[in-house]
């Protein structure tokens, strides 16, 4: 059929087969209720690739990732395999590569229910809705060479004009969309690295005149996003620097629950994945909050196919939901991880 949507879905680890099965559910109802033709199948990935077949990303996975229209990944990591050889997370830095997944798109957007469990001042976060766009295949965690001794260690910053232009004209595309702010972090009065990057921003600026840009070093940066985070729109930035600002933003909202995120690859398929970790402490207990794996989904219907009024049906129907207090535990409601969902079910059944 040459209008199948074709997604490779991985549960992973931890909490991530209850999340995953929470998605799978909503985006079932949706094919059904709307003639949508998706094909959806199901993956071993990081230590349930590990268990399986000896390999965090084992090849069939790959393979069915990589002829897929868009991933789902649910969560990765178990304290079991903390210390081997290979472990849950180089399965994802694999798969980050071999698929060039260089663009990781965060958004960061305060719903005003659960902003009071945000650690920062209701006021202070009002209005906040900006995006970070960080460089996924690049910089220190791919660098060579490498060593490590016991008195002595190395890493390497790698960038090439290439993959920073690649990652500009998502971020200066995107904000096209949105406010036209790109404000690029740096560490230009330190790193090489880091004065390319500001050269080469300054002539990616001049082809989106309509767009203004804002250069700002990384630890001022870092504590802007605390101190007023409302002023951002879209932030761009390379790997290490995006790794870090991009989980200190998290907790402006209040929930890592609540966040999705989107990984893009250069012509090939998207991954789309909740920002938080497996957290085995309360995988299998049915406690998980599943919104975060819920709006990666939402991400993916508007991002890979384009079904944006779909999104937005799902979406509104978890904010109506929140709004009416129907939340799980880690928000303050009384909701496990299926109650939330079939209660999302049914409030989409009904539109």
């Given at each position: 059929m040459t209008n199948e949507k074709v997604i490779a879905a991985l549960p992973g680890d931890g909490i991530g087969p209850e999340i995953m099965d929470a998605a799978l559910k909503i985006l079932r109802q949706l094919d059904q209720k709307y003639d949508l033709h998706f094909k959806i199948a199901q993956f071993p990935f990081g230590a349930a690739?590990?268990?399986?077949?000896?390999?965090?990303?084992?090849?069939?996975?790959?393979?069915?990732?990589?002829?897929?229209?868009?991933?789902?990944?649910?969560?990765?990591?178990?304290?079991?395999?903390?210390?081997?050889?290979?472990?849950?997370?180089?399965?994802?830095?694999?798969?980050?590569?071999?698929?060039?997944?260089?663009?990781?798109?965060?958004?960061?957007?305060?719903?005003?229910?659960?902003?009071?469990?945000?650690?920062?001042?209701?006021?202070?976060?009002?209005?906040?809705?900006?995006?970070?766009?960080?460089?996924?295949?690049?910089?220190?965690?791919?660098?060579?060479?490498?060593?490590?001794?016991?008195?002595?260690?190395?890493?390497?910053?790698?960038?090439?004009?290439?993959?920073?232009?690649?990652?500009?004209?998502?971020?200066?595309?995107?904000?096209?969309?949105?406010?036209?702010?790109?404000?690029?972090?740096?560490?230009?009065?330190?790193?090489?690295?880091?004065?390319?990057?500001?050269?080469?921003?300054?002539?990616?600026?001049?082809?989106?005149?309509?767009?203004?840009?804002?250069?700002?070093?990384?630890?001022?940066?870092?504590?802007?996003l605390i101190k007023n985070p409302s002023e951002f729109d879209v932030v761009v930035t390379e790997n290490l620097f995006g790794d870090i600002l991009s989980d200190e933003a998290s907790v402006i909202p209040g929930s890592l629950g609540m966040m999705p995120s989107a990984s893009l690859s250069a012509g090939g398929p998207a991954l789309y994945e909740p920002i938080h970790g497996s957290a085995p402490d309360i995988a299998g207990k049915n406690l998980a909050n599943p919104i975060s794996m819920l709006l990666s989904m939402t991400m993916m219907l508007r991002d890979t196919f384009q079904l944006n009024e779909i999104a937005k049906r799902v979406e509104d129907a978890i904010d109506q939901l929140l709004d009416e207090g129907i939340m799980t535990k880690d928000l303050g409601g009384e909701e496990t991880t299926t109650s939330f969902v079939e209660k999302l079910s049914k409030t989409l059944e009904e539109e």
């Open positions: 690739g590990i268990k399986e077949s000896g390999t965090p990303l084992p090849d069939k996975t790959l393979t069915a990732c990589a002829q897929a229209d868009a991933i789902l990944l649910a969560a990765i990591g178990d304290p079991a395999y903390e210390h081997a050889a290979e472990t849950p997370e180089a399965g994802l830095l694999k798969l980050r590569k071999s698929l060039e997944l260089f663009a990781n798109i965060r958004p960061i957007k305060v719903s005003p229910v659960i902003a009071p469990r945000s650690p920062i001042k209701p006021e202070v976060i009002a209005g906040t809705d900006f995006v970070i766009v960080r460089e996924l295949t690049g910089g220190l965690y791919f660098g060579k060479p490498r060593a490590l001794t016991e008195t002595s260690a190395l890493d390497t910053c790698v960038y090439s004009k290439a993959e920073i232009e690649r990652i500009l004209h998502v971020a200066f595309q995107m904000a096209q969309k949105r406010k036209k702010i790109v404000t690029s972090v740096d560490k230009a009065n330190v790193l090489a690295t880091s004065k390319l990057w500001r050269k080469i921003v300054e002539e990616v600026a001049a082809q989106y005149p309509d767009v203004t840009l804002h250069h700002q070093l990384v630890d001022s940066c870092a504590m802007m």
